[in-house]
């Protein structure tokens, strides 16, 4: 139980409330020191903190958190870039209207009171519009030539630039964000994987592999603007319980061959319906899938006797980050986590 406040505790006047957000719009994790250094770099948050603490540019560092904040919500809401990709005329009118504000702080920097510092932060703020524009340029430019690189490998509608894809990708478990993706990626076939990764490639994209986004490291997490997500979840096919023979065992061995976006749960359920337990047992199971599984070594209850997602792989392909097949299988498999050495230390 909580000790009992005394009572004059309540009455006590609270200390005046520090301003943690003053830039508009700013609803997102970012606290504004990071966005002034995302926009304006780390210098620029250095000057502001002179003048403002020399108290003689509050209305000038005022109007240029109102062009950052206009900056920061479009940089932050992917439906909003795509309503601005698609109007030049509404993007020309707001690139017009951040430049007027930041030629009116310009204007206040005149005269006796005229400061390097000011003069400073205003060329630095007129380059972040001027990049904010070429980035819609440059977007539209970007999606033009993936669109005709990934559709020659993929169907159209496997290829996703829209908002609604984007947000969906842009964390996991972890809630953590960052960047959201160029583009979400849904191929229909396993065999469309390296060519993807090559184009991606090509065009300058971090290739990031999705399956259940369950993940608590971040490893699903888009880190650069400037990445493709590659959704596994039409990967979804598995063979059933199948009697193996593996190399190096000599008895026959129940497998089940799972595509990547198999979710954990139905390898589970084959397992049961053969009479069988299949050991990767995550708490996320009707969620993760089967490359997640493997790709994280996840492991729940069962780990205990029969070892993680790792421990029980017979073999996988993959596609490495050269865009290249490799393909993999255990020989002599253990059958099992737990390699029982003889041990005479407790005789
Ligand atoms: C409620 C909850 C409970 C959980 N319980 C457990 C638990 O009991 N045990 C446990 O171990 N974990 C647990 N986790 C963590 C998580 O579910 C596992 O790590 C799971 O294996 C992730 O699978 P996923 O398909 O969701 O992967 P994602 O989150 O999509 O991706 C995870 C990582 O794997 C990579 N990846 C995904 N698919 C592929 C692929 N096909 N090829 C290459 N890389 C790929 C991604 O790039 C990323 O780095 C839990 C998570 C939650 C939210």
């Known amino acids: ?19 943690l957000r003053e830039i508009p719009y700013n609803y997102t994790s970012f606290s504004d020191r990071e966005i002034v250094i ?6 620029i948050w250095e000057i502001l903190n002179e003048l403002r603490s020399e108290r003689k540019t509050g209305r000038s560092a005022r109007m240029l958190f109102e062009v950052l904040g206009d900056l920061w919500v479009v940089t932050r809401n992917p439906y909003l870039q795509d309503d601005l990709l698609e109007n030049p005329k509404r993007r020309k009118a707001l690139i017009d209207a951040l430049h007027h504000r930041i030629a009116a702080i310009d204007e206040r920097n005149t005269g006796s009171t005229a400061s390097d510092k000011v003069q400073k932060m205003v060329n630095a703020a007129k380059k972040a519009v001027d990049k904010f524009a070429d980035d819609f340029r440059q977007t539209y430019d970007l999606r033009r030539k993936a669109l005709v690189k990934f559709t020659k490998i993929t169907r159209k509608d496997n290829v996703q630039f829209d908002g609604l894809a984007r947000v969906s990708h842009v964390t996991d478990a972890t809630d953590w964000r960052v960047e959201y993706p160029f583009v979400v990626l849904n191929p229909d076939t396993e065999k469309e994987i390296a060519y993807l990764v090559r184009a991606c490639i090509e065009l300058g994209l971090t290739v990031i592999p999705r399956g259940g986004g369950t993940g608590y490291t971040g490893g699903a997490i ?12 039409k990967l979804d096919q598995h063979t059933g319980v199948q009697m193996r023979t593996l190399p190096g065992v000599a008895r026959q061995v129940a497998t089940i061959e799972c595509g990547a976006g198999v979710v954990t749960r139905r390898a589970m359920e084959a397992a049961t319906d053969a009479g069988l337990e299949f050991a990767c047992d995550p708490t996320s199971a009707d969620a993760s899938c089967i490359g997640g599984n493997v790709a994280m070594n996840a492991g729940g ?16 392909r993959m596609v490495t980050p050269d865009a290249e097949w490799l393909e993999v299988e255990r020989l002599d498999h253990n059958l099992g986590k737990f390699m029982i050495l003889q041990s005479h230390a407790l005789k």
């Open 1 to 19: 139980m909580n000790a009992p406040l005394h009572s004059n505790t309540h009455h006590a006047e609270a200390p005046p409330a520090a301003r």
């Open 38 to 43: 995302r926009f304006l770099g780390e210098g």
């Open 222 to 233: 888009p880190l650069t603007p400037m990445s493709a997500v590659i959704n596994t979840e």
């Open 301 to 316: 209850k069962k780990a205990v006797l029969w070892g993680t997602a790792l421990d029980n792989l017979a073999s996988w």
